[in-house]
């Protein structure tokens, strides 16, 4: 109870930080917008002044419009907590995976982890594979898998009609609805369903109009692998995923107004409400966004949580990503159109407002196109954009920008920024200008364009067209930055700080922005968590009980506390546990390396041993392991820093499948000579140079038990050592006695010398330094 208490208080405590931060900012911002409206419009410095001078001030007032609209709603998010019910009242549930042409194999993924869902009674939930590109291959996947398939003979309304044709043939009260890529976790239906029951169970004995029914419930939208920002700008492990923001904290801060956007995936909805309403919407390339819409004018209540329950595919390519943005923006503006949510009567004041800030987001290109122009118009071109001296800056503008700043940071709980959100819209400015304006004036888009998942490409350096409007900018902006400087520098005026930092600030999006189109080159097929999950490895007769250090579809790597030996033309296995799923596979070593003290042992996957879908959901049933909050250690100098070290850097690899110790041993040959082992990686060894090096040497490791090591001397000069291979590995190896032995004497040398390295660190005792070379394998 004390501790419920502690955490209510510390809830509490933050919640008033949040709404102290949020009140100065509305302050700020109010004197802010006063001091610009009446004092800063250059009137008298003709035409085009003027006209410059209002769209910015337009520009201005409404983008910190829709800010405060956000700020209002992130200040006192209602989360909602999880029902409980009893285990009998769990309803049925249609499954609706969505697909049109996403490759079989991607759609494996989704169908498995439908099929591992919890649920009390399994035979309640119905998976449908909805098929609108009629493909046998999907019709074979849907057989093998033991789920449903639906095909339709017409593809009219393209998503929304193939979900809609789903509805007309199945009968569940409740649907779960699924992009073709979204893998469902295991508490998927037991962490939504809970919330319509609960509803359903309050209304008993209560009046019809008393009622209130859900209509769905949205869970965000995660991601496995990197998005195009985080791994373009090599910031996977420095940034969350862009849509973080929207689904983690925007959507849920929606639910007190109402407001929920329907996202077209990972999503619980209402038969009932949807059948209310004719169905998901047919009259918008976004029949998501306007079918949550009309459930809400229904009276419907419709809720969004930030658990993630489904991760997936965000786009791996530029042209997929501007397509997708196109679509959303074009959407959501001819959706509120079609639906007159200004205008409509079943909508309250807030969802207007909320529904108004929606469609003023898609605007953010011609915002963005604004603040660059001003100070370009100013400082290039000579036009008065903002009458005004430094001093009225800083007392107006500057409290303004850093409790703006500050109240983004905390209210999104650190998981976006000012600076970040202007690399997001920046990067897409220039592509999505010309879709806005056309659907402003009523041109609207018509076709359905699928977004291309589970296809990567290599982008580096093939997109270097669409950098001409941002090198356009960039010049533009530099000759801005230097009639700066002269203008300080001839007048002693400094008047033109304002405008100069303006001009740096938008020259490092700029300069961001043309990283992320160079694009980056893709290192992996599949990608990579994070994860640590109970391992046995059996090499040989030998087994070892570790734990994963990450996993993949195709690979998996293991951290050991000490070395081993794993014959890279061999097999091994792994019998992996972890929750409810357990997986036997073979893998082959491909690379070995030393990180801190520990062992990472990397792995190809041979053979999944027939358990494949329960190694696929270890891998994908979890919160992706990419960061869910900015770094605060780095700043836009290590944003550039970072970019351009690894833009210039040459690509290194290695490819050590055995582990090189460095033991610094001393052994006795068969002759009773000694000799220093300086490292040693089982195949192959290097010795302390001394005046004869032979041809050949035999090192005793134990003399009873018959254990020695014949070197072989090899050609490879190295300064200082002589390189030797060890010609009998396979002796000691294939022995078992043997092989124990070598492996107790190479684990008590490599503790010594890591315990002498740390002794050394300790003691701060530098020693001449070490130059240990590569061994080659020969």
């Known amino acids: 109870m004390e501790e419920k208490e502690k955490k209510g208080l510390k809830r509490k405590l933050k919640g008033g930080k949040n709404r102290i931060w949020f009140m100065l900012n509305i302050l700020f911002t109010t004197i802010y917008l006063i001091w610009r409206l009446f004092f800063t ?3 008298e410095y003709g035409l085009i002044s003027i006209i410059a001078g209002i769209t910015l001030f337009v520009v201005e007032f409404l983008g910190m419009f829709e800010a405060l609209v956000h700020y209002f709603n992130m200040h006192d998010i209602q989360k909602k907590d999880l029902p409980q019910i009893p285990v009998c009242m769990y309803p049925d549930v249609d499954v609706f995976i969505a697909t049109y042409n996403e490759p079989a194999e991607l759609l494996l993924k989704t169908v498995n982890g439908c099929k591992h869902m919890k649920y009390p009674d399994k035979n309640k939930v119905h998976i449908y594979l909805c098929d609108d590109g009629s493909r046998q291959e ?3 996947l849907a057989a093998k898998m033991g789920v449903n398939y639906l095909d339709r003979e017409d593809h009219e309304y393209a998503k929304a009609g193939n979900l809609n044709h789903a509805m007309s043939v199945t009968d569940s009260p409740y649907i779960l609805t699924l992009d073709a890529d979204m893998v469902p976790h295991g508490d998927m239906l037991m962490h939504t369903i809970p919330f319509f029951v609960k509803q359903e169970m309050e209304n008993e004995g209560k009046e019809e109009k008393d009622r209130k029914y859900i209509g769905f419930v949205q869970t965000p939208q995660a991601f496995y692998n990197p998005d195009l920002f985080q791994y373009n700008l090599y910031s996977e492990g420095r940034i969350p995923n862009e849509q973080d923001y929207f689904y983690r904290d925007i959507q849920v801060s929606r639910n007190k107004s109402n407001s929920v956007i329907y996202g077209g995936s990972n999503t619980v909805l209402s038969r009932k409400a949807l059948e209310e309403i004719g169905g998901f919407y047919t009259g918008t390339i976004t029949e998501d966004y306007a079918t949550g819409i009309l459930m809400q004018k229904k009276g419907y209540l419709c809720l969004a949580t930030n658990e993630v329950l489904a991760s997936g595919l ?6 997929s990503l501007i397509n997708q943005r196109s679509r959303w923006a074009r959407g959501v503006i001819s959706s509120n159109r079609k639906m007159h949510v200004f205008l409509s009567k079943d909508l309250s004041f807030a969802q207007k407002i909320n529904y108004w800030a929606s469609e003023w987001y898609w605007y953010a290109p011609f915002k963005r196109l604004v603040y660059f122009i001003s100070p370009i118009l100013y400082a290039t071109f000579g036009y008065m954009v903002i009458k005004c001296t430094l001093w009225q800056i800083l007392l107006f503008w500057l409290p303004m920008y850093i409790t703006s700043n500050i109240s983004l940071k905390m209210l999104s709980r650190n998981i976006r920024t000012t600076k970040w959100t202007g690399i997001y819209e920046t990067v897409l400015f220039p592509f999505l200008l010309i879709p806005v304006l056309l659907e402003t004036f009523g041109i609207t888009m018509k076709k359905f364009q699928v977004t291309q998942k589970g296809k990567v490409e290599n982008e580096a350096g093939k997109n270097m067209i669409y950098l001409v409007p941002f090198l356009l900018l960039v010049i533009l902006s530099v000759i801005g930055i230097l009639n700066c400087f002269h203008l300080i520098f001839e007048s002693n005026d400094m008047g033109p700080v304002v405008v100069l930092f303006w001009l740096i600030v938008n020259l490092f999006t700029l300069v961001m922005a043309m990283f992320f189109i160079m694009g980056r080159k893709p290192l992996r097929k599949c990608e990579r968590a994070a994860v640590m999950i109970d391992c046995r490895l059996e090499t040989g007769d030998m087994a070892y009980t570790c734990r994963t250090h990450n996993v993949s579809e195709q690979g998996i790597a293991l951290m050991l506390d000490n070395p081993i030996n794993v014959d890279d033309e061999s097999e091994v296995r792994m019998k992996l546990h972890d929750r409810d799923y357990e997986a036997c ?10 990180i801190k003290g520990f062992w990472k042992y990397a792995f190809w996957i041979t053979d ?10 270890m891998v994908y049933d979890r919160v992706p392991t990419l960061p869910q909050n900015l770094d605060n ?3 836009s100098f290590d944003d550039l820093r970072i970019n351009v070290k690894r833009r210039v850097a040459k690509p290194f690899f290695q490819n050590r499948k055995l582990p090189r110790m460095m033991l610094g041993a001393i052994v006795k040959d068969d002759k009773g000579n000694d000799w220093t082992i300086l490292d040693f990686n089982y195949k192959f060894c290097t010795i302390k140079e001394s005046e004869s090096s032979p041809a050949e040497l035999q090192l005793v490791i134990d003399k009873p038990k018959g254990v020695v090591l014949c070197l072989r001397r090899n050609e490879q000069k190295i300064p200082g050592r002589v390189l030797y291979e060890i ?9 078992s006695e043997k092989k124990q032995i070598l492996e107790k004497w190479l684990a008590k040398h490599w503790k010594l010398a890591q315990m002498h390295r740390e002794e050394e660190a300790k003691t701060k005792v530098k020693e001449p330094k070490r130059e240990f070379h590569e061994m080659e394998h020969v």
């Open 41 to 43: 419009i250059p009137f």
């Open 138 to 140: 999907v019709r074979s």
């Open 314 to 319: 965000s786009p791996t390519d530029l042209k």
């Open 585 to 594: 596979i073979k893998a082959r070593v491909v690379h070995v390396e030393n």
């Open 608 to 617: 999944y041993c027939d358990t494949y879908e329960e190694y696929l959901q």
């Open 633 to 635: 250690t780095s700043g």
């Open 727 to 735: 010609t009998n590995y396979n002796e000691n190896y294939l022995n």
